[in-house]
Nanobody
Framework: QVQLVESGGRLVQAGGSLKLSCAASGRTFSSYTMGWFRQAPGKEREFVASISWNDYSTNYKDSVKGRFTISRDSANKNTLTLQMNSLRPEDTARYYC??????????????????WGQGTQVTVSS
């Protein structure tokens, strides 16, 4: 059974930092493109960042570029992280980890992802 479990979300002040983690299990995710999405109350889910499985190329939502960094552990391919710096109140959302079985490169399209976690809540106070 495939599982993605996010952790690390909490309340933080604006300007602060958080590191989110995603632990994948049930199969080896070394050949899966991985991504982070978020959803704020009353809003649609939106792409945050993605990383490919082969060359570790990445792409980011424009508003998080330079502040967030997505990475995957080269030793443990089943671990994904999102380092978030200079957090803003508008970053408040539930953050979801996702895995894409067939996508070759990083992708912002949610429909390309096969597996999703339950999410972890990030709240940024002003």
């Amino acid at each position: 059974q495939v599982q993605l479990v996010e952790s690390g979300g909490r309340l933080v002040q604006a300007g602060g930092s958080l590191k989110l983690s995603c632990a994948a299990s049930g199969r080896t995710f070394s050949s899966y493109t991985m991504g982070w999405f978020r959803q704020a109350p009353g809003k649609e889910r939106e792409f945050v960042a993605s990383i490919s499985w082969n060359d570790y190329s990445t792409n980011y939502k424009d508003s998080v570029k330079g502040r967030f960094t997505i990475s995957r552990d080269s030793a443990n391919k089943n671990t994904l992280t999102l380092q978030m710096n200079s957090l803003r109140p508008e970053d408040t959302a539930r953050y979801y980890c996702a895995a894409s079985e067939h996508q070759q490169g990083p992708t912002a399209r949610a429909a390309n992802y096969n597996y999703w976690g339950q999410g972890t809540q990030v709240t940024v106070s002003s």
